[in-house]
């Protein structure tokens, strides 16, 4: 950017850059707070990454095993996109953001699937142990 495009930017109010970054990627509104004060203090801003946390993030965390304590929008994304929170619904599963897009990741442990037919012999193949598979 030059001087007199960064300057022509300083005058837009605080919320109007606010917007404009969160029509970004998440990488590039963390990287926007370089820019300058303004530029930082709306890139930070809860408007920011709100737009970027899935629309049901509040049911989700409240789901939590664990209390999940973030002081911003911001901090609440990168919680989430650098370290997964155990869901509890009677089955355990685990969630989290991917970092650059904001999708939503959910794994599942053995216990939460449900097979369609398991209790029905002729849809399952016993295979039989292969002798040295064990050493």
Not at 102 to 126: C, E, M, N, P, T
């Amino acid at each position: 950017m030059t001087t007199k495009s960064l300057t022509t930017f300083t005058i837009l109010p605080e919320g109007c850059i606010s917007e404009i970054i969160s029509l970004t990627i998440p990488a590039d509104a963390a990287r926007s707070s370089a820019i300058s004060r303004g530029f930082k203090s709306a890139a930070e801003s809860d408007v920011v990454w709100d737009k970027f946390l899935p629309s049901d993030h509040l049911d989700i965390v409240s789901r939590s095993v664990s209390v999940v304590v973030c002081d911003s929008e911001k901090d609440l994304y990168f919680r989430l996109s650098h370290s997964p929170i155990l869901l509890h619904e009677g089955r355990l599963q685990s969630f989290w953001l991917e970092k650059t897009s904001g999708k939503k990741f959910y794994l599942l442990s053995a216990r939460r699937l449900v097979i369609s037919f398991s209790d029905i012999q002729l849809f399952w193949d016993h295979l039989t142990p292969i002798q040295d598979s064990q050493k």
